[in-house]
Structures are given as structure tokens and as C-alpha cells.
């Protein structure tokens, strides 16, 4: 049997209940929240880029901003039979892989993630965020997360 992989990028989710699929995404200062109902075998992973939206435009990806990214996916769980009060979350991400005197939109994301999980009762059972290189997130619900760590540039940005 061949394992499914499914691939999310910037402003997606997925939820799946298959224990045999496996969820992708790649970061560098965004972050991925990673969700667990082990007691309903529901699972799912986001992908957000920026923690609130400043002005939406027309064609943007709802799931680009973290409150919204962060609903959606709640949402789409409870649809697939998760229970709120079994949910548990493992957070990714937010690498300040540019480096600017203006912003670190990085940890604004990473620290948006964890007062939304805080608010909403939602542990956070594990982590890897921060830091100056972006990651690649392997979400295998049978076994776990694996998260590689990409080698930094840390680029100057004018």
C-alpha cells in the first residue's frame, strides 16, 4: 500500500481522519499548527503568513492570516468529528530567515499561534519555532511530527 502525502502551502489547510496519510508543508518565517483528536482520530495541519490580515485583498487565501487560518482549520475538524476538548496542538515555524530592522513578522506569528491556543484551552503538547532557518514539517498522524530544519541564509533585507 502506497502512503498518501499531502502537500499544503502558504494560506491552506488539511484535515484528514487517515492515520496512514501523511500532511507536508514547508516554512520559513510562517508557522504551521499541527491539531490532534487522538480520541476521534482527527487530524490537521494549517499554514498561515502573517498573524492578523492589515487590508485584505480581493484574491487573498483566507487562510493566509492566523485568526482566520486558525478557525478554518478548527472548523473543518469539528465537521470531521473532533471534540474541542480533545484537541491538542503542535506548533511550527516562525524562522526569521530575513533579517530586518523593520519587523519580525516571524515571531509576531509564532506569538499570535500560542495566545490562540491559550485563549481557546488548546495545549500545546510540543514545539519548534523560532530560530533563523526554515523548516520542513513531515505530520505522519500514526507516529508523529518530524520537523527538519533548513540551513539559513539569513538574508539582509534594505
Not at 487562510?63 to 480533545?86: C, F, P, R, T, V
Request: aromatic content about 10%; proline content about 2%; overall charge positive.
Amino acid at each position: 500500500m502506497r502512503t498518501k502525502v499531502k502537500k499544503i502551502f502558504a494560506g491552506d489547510f488539511y484535515t484528514t481522519r487517515d492515520r496512514e496519510e501523511i500532511i507536508s508543508t514547508l516554512l520559513g518565517s510562517c508557522v504551521a499548527t499541527c491539531l490532534i483528536d487522538n480520541v476521534n482520530s482527527v487530524y490537521g495541519m494549517n499554514h498561515f503568513m502573517l498573524p492578523m490580515e492589515l487590508k485584505r485583498k480581493d484574491k487573498d487565501k483566507l487562510g493566509k492570516y492566523g485568526l482566520d487560518a486558525m478557525e478554518i482549520l478548527i472548523s473543518a475538524m469539528l465537521k470531521q468529528g473532533a471534540n474541542l476538548k480533545y484537541l491538542e496542538a503542535k506548533l511550527f515555524g516562525g524562522g526569521r530567515v530575513v533579517k530586518s530592522s523593520y519587523s519580525n513578522v516571524a515571531k509576531a506569528n509564532v506569538d499570535f499561534a500560542k495566545m490562540y491556543l491559550e485563549q481557546q484551552q488548546i495545549p500545546i503538547i510540543a514545539q519548534d519555532v523560532g530560530g533563523t532557518y526554515g523548516r520542513q514539517i513531515y505530520f505522519y498522524p500514526k507516529e508523529g511530527i518530524y520537523s527538519r530544519k533548513i540551513k539559513s541564509t539569513h538574508q539582509e533585507l534594505a
